[in-house]
């Protein structure tokens, strides 16, 4: 049986206050989580131009899912992405443990918060 994530992005800036969310497999740890999915959601994130240019990629590429399955999933591990646009604030959780990113989160930043999570 493959691991099962599910992971709520959330995100507030001055054009969208609102939340989508991620389910998937093969990823059954936060370090793989944030490593194979949250950090492309990051970096895109951190990279657009307007937060809506994101937000319709996401949604052309069909990556989110419906409150209602994201709910209903079995995952083996749920995570949660918060961004700030307005203030460019990033931070990764799981459970009780928050990271915060700088005010825009790189590569390095984030194998650096995949190996705390690891270990």
């Known amino acids: ?33 944030l490593d194979n999915v949250a950090a492309d959601h990051l970096l895109r994130i951190a990279n657009a131009p307007r937060i809506e240019e994101y ?28 961004v700030d646009v307005s203030y460019r604030r990033y931070a990764f959780g799981v459970g009780n443990r928050v990271f915060e990113f700088s005010s825009e989160p790189s590569k390095s930043e984030i194998a650096s918060t995949v190996t705390q999570l690891q270990s």
């Open 1 to 33: 049986m493959a691991d099962t994530y599910a992971l709520r992005v959330q995100v507030e800036s001055h054009e969208y206050d609102g939340e989508f969310y991620l389910v998937g497999d093969r990823y059954g740890t936060p370090a793989d989580v």
């Open 55 to 82: 937000l319709l990629d996401v949604l052309k590429h069909g990556e989110n899912t419906s409150k209602a399955e994201y709910e209903a999933t079995d995952s083996d591990v749920e995570c949660w992405i918060h």
